[in-house]
């Protein structure tokens, strides 16, 4: 929803590597155990997939990285990249029980790729997609025991992010257990409040400036 909004180009580290592992790459190959077990895969590799997506373009776009960075050490390759770029960082906090029940209740439809959760918003048929029939499946990653396991490896690994972007300016917490349509405004509202500073302070002038050209 927000990449829709503000014409972000979304990278969702999660979504390029069970791609990897769906079109069976040497890449996909060598993660999808790790995945499935709650770990997180590599720096090195998830530095590349990221370094290859940014690379990859002529002009640096609004970039919406969802799922990376995951750990300091991704933060950090993030920060070491060349490019004038600022950065806003957002932790969605929520409850472990939450996080639990809306993963462990998180269904796919295999068709259309609409999300339905058990708890919340239950499809009118169980195991059928409301909008196109299809069957909704289960990512074996949001089983239970390993969402558990993914939230130990989260207090381990990724939760010291939030001690690094705090000291940094750009950092914002936004409670997560707001529901849907709250959350994305606070989150729309931060990125708007942010693309006005940036642009008042000059940054990104050749947006501001083909933005003014447009109006
Ligand atoms: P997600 O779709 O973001 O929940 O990610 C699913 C899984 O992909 C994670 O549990 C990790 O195994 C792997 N993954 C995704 N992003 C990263 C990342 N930035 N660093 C390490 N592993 C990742």
């Not at 776009?61 to 991704?74: A, E, K, N, S, Y």
């Not at 070491?80 to 600022?86: A, K, N, T, V």
């Not at 969605?92 to 058990?118: D, F, P, Q, T, W």
Request: hydrophobic share 35%; proline share 4%.
């Amino acid at each position: 929803m927000l990449a829709e909004k503000f014409d972000f180009v979304h990278i969702s580290t999660g979504d390029i590597l069970r791609q990897e592992v769906r079109s069976g790459t040497p890449v996909g190959t060598k993660v999808e155990e790790i995945m499935n077990s709650g770990a997180l895969v590599s720096d090195q590799l998830v530095a590349e997939i990221v370094g290859d997506r940014l690379g990859s373009q002529d002009v640096p776009p609004d970039i919406l990285l969802d799922g990376f960075p995951r750990t300091v050490p991704q933060a950090e390759y993030l920060e070491s990249l060349p490019g004038d770029f600022e950065q806003i960082a957002v932790n969605l906090h929520l409850s472990e029980e939450e996080v639990v029940k809306r993963l462990a209740g998180r269904r796919h439809c295999a068709g259309c790729g609409r999300i339905y959760n058990g708890y919340y918003s239950a499809p009118t048929e169980e195991g059928i997609c409301d909008g196109c029939g299809g069957g909704l499946l289960q990512r074996p990653d949001d089983v239970e025991t390993v969402v558990r396991e993914r939230l130990r490896v989260y207090q381990e690994q990724t939760r010291p992010l939030i001690e690094f972007y705090r000291s940094r300016e750009g950092y914002f917490e936004v409670d997560g257990s707001l529901g849907m349509d709250s959350v994305f405004e606070e989150l729309s509202s931060l990125v708007a409040g942010h693309q006005s500073r940036a642009w008042g302070a000059g940054v990104d002038r050749n947006k501001s400036d083909r933005l003014q050209g447009e109006s």
